[in-house]
């Protein structure tokens, strides 16, 4: 998923790369709900079953709010380079909202409803030199990709 | 259930006491609860603590134990309660079962907190995986508390055409209430051009529509109806208490998770919502029969979307409400006359009991310049960290 100057915030939340960049969640063979991150469990009261599976989550989905997150969050969160940026909440077809970094848009350009896709992007380079990767959202058109 | 009664009420002003220990801001409200119901400390029977978030002895808060071992060693029972900034009502739900129970006549609930400047970090003691949202959020995004609440506001402006001078209004309201509130830490009239023209920190949202986090310490003192009749005065009880739980698909943005599987039958907020429907259910009245609310605005949204989750107005109601002065002390719905968290301040666990004592202090007719004239029946909505709700209505 990555190469060796690459690396993920996180382990277990995202695979592959470019167009093949998807999101890791759980589904639960009981019910069917979708979990983002993997979860240990189905949370459904009425599911029985709980029987939770790795599933990869659709790489698109619409723009469900935004915000513009304009002070530097503390010292976790690490950024190259910060100035502030958007965050959106995507709804995905699993039924599924995703909160992430929004790219590709700006205050001025973002609109609820917008079609949506997942893309890696580097946030920073750690002490080692690699790049560190997380998963954000950008318009599709931006990406060049058909409405 | 025995009934159960407000027999003191008591607490610390609100603001910054870098001077000041924990623990003395919890001594100082509890002596004035105690003071309040004519009682000493050695009349307890039992006291609840809710746990707070930031700082206390023994890596475990501050507890109820540590409070009478610091000031009275009588040997009574405690009980300590967790529930991040709902701990406060949930300590009072705790108080309210040990007499309603018929095991206590007087138990005291009592939340005391020093908060640190600026966002709130995560607390220790989590891996640093997927397993702990609150590590994701930070890794991810760095998406803050305010992020949050302002991807609500955001949709709410979509879906009810709410606009930027509603928001703020919100928030001029809130400061008008707490200038007439001696322990409020804000104590300043502010107007709709300063809302909008102070720092803005999550888009849309500006720093004076965000809870101004604060050092604070409340405490009541609960009891049977013969220890009520003893201490005389009016005689408020508490009709209905209640805490709760998320519900699965609630679509609320909910602190510090990354996801929501939002389901569009399931109420916002719901861990409030149902702890406010339960609260009501007990004292067998509606939101139709409230006469004032004490709820949790840790934004500026909270004030206008609150009301309407609990079925006080309808859905997107709510602004019309603000603007034509309903939420006012003298209007239809009278809203946080204590200037609530935007303008008496915030100080997590300790704030669902504050809003307690604001509704004796209201029902008892106490509340001087932001007394709401001929309130009978009144009811706090608190919501805390990991999905915990409380709610407690009193009547008069």
Redesign the interface.
């Known amino acids: 998923m990555t190469t060796l100057q690459q690396a993920s915030?996180?382990?277990?939340?995202f695979q592959g790369s470019g167009d093949g960049a998807r999101l890791i969640?759980t589904r639960c063979a009981g019910c069917g709900?979708?979990?983002?991150?993997?979860s240990?469990s189905c949370?459904?009261?009425?599911c029985d079953d709980k029987q939770v599976q790795d599933a990869v989550l659709s790489r698109h989905g619409v723009l469900?709010?935004?915000?513009?997150?304009?002070?530097?969050?503390?010292p976790?969160?690490?950024?190259d380079d910060w100035s502030p940026y958007l965050?959106?909440?995507v709804?995905l077809p699993e039924?599924?909202?995703?909160?992430?970094?929004l790219r590709g848009c700006t205050?001025d350009t973002v609109r609820?409803g917008m079609a949506m896709e997942l893309v890696l992007e580097p946030l920073y380079r750690d002490e080692s030199g690699q790049e560190v990767l997380?998963?954000k959202f950008q318009p599709r058109m931006a990406a060049g990709a058909t409405p | 259930m025995k009934p159960v009664y407000i027999l003191g009420v008591g607490a610390h002003a609100w603001g910054k006491f870098p001077d000041k220990p924990q623990l003395r801001l919890a001594l100082d409200a509890m002596q004035a609860a105690l003071h309040d119901a004519g009682l000493a400390w050695r009349d307890l029977q039992g006291l609840v603590a809710a746990s707070s978030r930031f700082e206390g002895g023994m890596g475990w808060g501050l507890h109820a134990n540590e409070i009478v071992q610091a000031v009275s060693e009588s040997g009574i029972p405690t009980c300590n309660v967790g529930g991040g900034c709902a701990a406060g009502g949930i300590a009072v739900h705790a108080a309210f079962s040990m007499i309603a129970s018929g095991q206590c006549e007087v138990v005291a609930a009592v939340g005391a907190e020093r908060m640190p400047k600026?966002?709130i970090?995560?607390p220790p003691g989590s891996p640093d995986?997927?397993?702990d949202?609150d590590?994701?959020?930070?890794?991810?995004?760095?998406?803050?508390n305010p992020?949050y609440w302002?991807?609500?506001?955001?949709?709410r402006m979509?879906d009810f055409g709410t606009t930027a001078e509603t928001l703020a209004l919100a928030s001029v309201l809130m400061h008008r209430n707490a200038m007439a509130n001696p322990l409020a830490r804000y104590r300043k009239e502010c107007s709709v051009e300063e809302v909008l023209a102070s720092?803005?920190?999550?888009?849309?949202?500006h720093i004076l529509e965000i809870c101004a986090v604060s050092d604070g310490a409340a405490a009541v003192v609960l009891g049977s109806e013969e220890q009520a009749r003893r201490r005389g005065g009016p005689m408020v009880q508490v009709a209905g208490c209640a805490t709760a739980t998320g519900q699965?698909g609630d679509p609320a943005?909910r602190v510090p998770?990354?996801?929501?599987?939002?389901?569009s039958d399931v109420p916002h907020t719901s861990e409030v919502a149902g702890a406010v429907r339960r609260a009501c259910a007990m004292a067998g009245g509606g939101p139709q029969d409230i006469d004032l609310v004490e709820l949790a605005d840790n934004t500026a949204w909270h004030v206008l979307a609150w009301p309407e989750f609990f079925g006080f107005f309808e859905p997107g109601q709510s602004d019309w409400m603000l603007r034509h002065g309903e939420m006012d002390i003298d209007g239809c719905l009278p809203v946080n006359p204590s200037g609530g968290f935007l303008s008496f301040g915030e100080a997590t666990t300790a704030q669902g009991v504050l809003q307690v004592c604001e509704l004796a202090w209201q029902l008892r007719g106490q509340a001087g310049g932001r007394q709401v004239q001929g309130a009978k029946l009144a009811l706090s909505a608190v919501l805390g960290l990991g999905a915990n709700g409380a709610s407690v209505v009193l009547k008069a």
């Open positions: 915030v996180a382990r277990d939340l969640g709900t979708h979990y983002f991150p993997k240990l949370r459904n009261p009425q469900y709010s935004y915000t513009l997150q304009a002070y530097r969050p503390p976790l969160f690490r950024m965050i959106g909440l709804e039924g599924l909202r995703i909160l992430g970094m205050r609820i997380t998963y | 600026g966002f970090p995560r995986d997927i397993s949202t590590y994701l959020r930070w890794v991810t995004m760095g998406a803050t992020a302002a991807l609500e506001t955001r949709r979509h720092a803005m920190v999550s888009d849309p949202l699965f943005v998770m990354v996801s929501t599987a939002a389901r």
